[in-house]
T-cell receptor, first 114, second 117 residues
Framework: DTGVSQDPRHKITKRGQNVTFRCDPISEHNRLYWYRQTLGQGPEFLTYFQNEAQLEKSRLLSDRFSAERPKGSFSTLEIQRTEQGDSAMYLC????????????FGPGTRLTVT | QKEVEQDPGPLSVPEGAIVSLNCTYSNSAFQYFMWYRQYSRKGPELLMYTYSSGNKEDGRFTAQVDKSSKYISLFIRDSQPSDSATYLCAMSQGANAGGTSYGKLTFGQGTILTVHP
């Protein structure tokens, strides 16, 4: 399978704990995106990378959130001191960047904070 | 007011019906328009991708964009039970003055569609 993969698929954590998610994009895609989706809503943009550079961050991405893409391949999203409001599906997508705007999504990581 | 508005439905139709899904938007800078299909507890799957105004057809699916009205549509002909899913519209701006394309997609809320046999 050469699609976007995410790990883990599900994560249950207690409030206050740190969690880290991983995303592996489609191999030739230079852009990688993170979105968050809550029940009954469309995905909301968090941040994106072109190669290893983080080019844009949403105001939704508080100081407790950090994302990295150290070698321009896989990416990690860390949430520190989780809160119940962080419970959501975290989606990763990748694209070839310019000139295409088509983004391909992974299956998501479902986070539940208890 | 949200930048992209989409009627959440739910929409229930009989098999074989023509389905019309719609989104309106307020940001005139949007130039790229996409439709995604999302099954329960799965990631969104890209269905159609359109640049600027006009129509695009792919099998049973037709996407329409009317930039003058800030209105986009997705039509599904001969709908099947397997089409039952949430349909999301998404939009993106073009490139900035330096030629770098914007990365962010702005999504609608999604419309829940059920096609019953």
């Amino acid at each position: 399978d050469t699609g976007v993969s995410q790990d883990p698929r599900h994560k249950i954590t207690k409030r206050g704990q740190n969690v880290t998610f991983r995303c592996d994009p489609i191999s030739e895609h230079n852009r990688l995106y993170w979105y968050r989706q809550t029940l009954g809503q469309g995905p909301e943009f968090l941040t994106y990378f072109q190669n290893e550079a983080q080019l844009e961050k949403s105001r939704l991405l508080s100081d407790r959130f950090s994302a990295e893409r150290p070698k321009g391949s896989f990416s990690t999203l860390e949430i520190q001191r989780t809160e119940q409001g962080d419970s959501a599906m975290y989606l990763c997508a990748s694209s070839l960047g310019t000139p295409t705007y088509e983004q391909y999504f992974g299956p998501g990581t479902r986070l539940t904070v208890t | 007011q949200k930048e992209v508005e989409q009627d959440p439905g739910p929409l229930s139709v009989p098999e074989g019906a023509i389905v019309s899904l719609n989104c309106t938007y307020s940001n005139s800078a949007f130039q790229y328009f996409m439709w995604y299909r999302q099954y329960s507890r799965k990631g969104p799957e890209l269905l159609m991708y359109t640049y600027s105004s006009g129509n695009k057809e792919d099998g049973r699916f037709t996407a329409q964009v009317d930039k003058s009205s800030k209105y986009i549509s997705l039509f599904i002909r001969d709908s099947q039970p397997s089409d039952s899913a949430t349909y999301l519209c998404a939009m993106s701006q073009g490139a900035n003055a330096g030629g770098t394309s914007y990365g962010k997609l702005t999504f609608g809320q999604g419309t829940i569609l059920t096609v019953h046999p």
